[in-house]
Nanobody, 127 residues
Framework: VQLVESGGGLVQPGGSLRLSCAAS????????IGWFRQAPGKEREGVSW????????SYAESVKGRFTVSRDSATHTVYLQMNRLQPEDTAVYFC?????????????????????WGQGTQVTVFS
């Protein structure tokens, strides 16, 4: 499994960015893609997840209403649309894959079930 993020950059407060996570190597759709972020000196935190089979999603409270996760099933690409960005959103953003043996699971925003990670993309929100 390979995950490659793109789309990070510099943006002013109130601006928007869209991150992409190009995923490959899956043999079925028993997986979820999670977005995580890590700011300097802080622990990695979960931002959002989307389940491949049914497109169900979840968000951290800190981004709810501002960020939207979506997927393109044909290309196995997951997007994170980030609106109304604030300086506290500055971090390296990672996508990760939680792969299971059946569809009977509910993803979460902790890192323990995510075994595959991308290299990360920097998002900087500055005044």
């Amino acid at each position: 499994v390979q995950l490659v993020e793109s789309g990070g950059g510099l943006v002013q407060p109130g601006g928007s960015l869209r991150l992409s996570c190009a995923a490959s190597g899956f043999t079925d759709n028993y997986y979820a893609i999670g977005w995580f972020r890590q700011a300097p000196g802080k622990e990695r935190e979960g931002v959002s997840w989307i389940k491949a089979s049914d497109g169900s999603t979840s968000y951290a409270e800190s981004v709810k209403g501002r960020f939207t996760v979506s997927r393109d099933s044909a290309t196995h690409t997951v997007y994170l649309q980030m609106n109304r960005l604030q300086p506290e959103d500055t971090a390296v953003y990672f996508c990760a894959a939680d792969i299971r043996t059946s569809n009977w699971f509910r993803p979460d925003l902790t890192t323990q079930y995510y075994d595959y990670w991308g290299q990360g993309t920097q998002v900087t929100v500055f005044s």
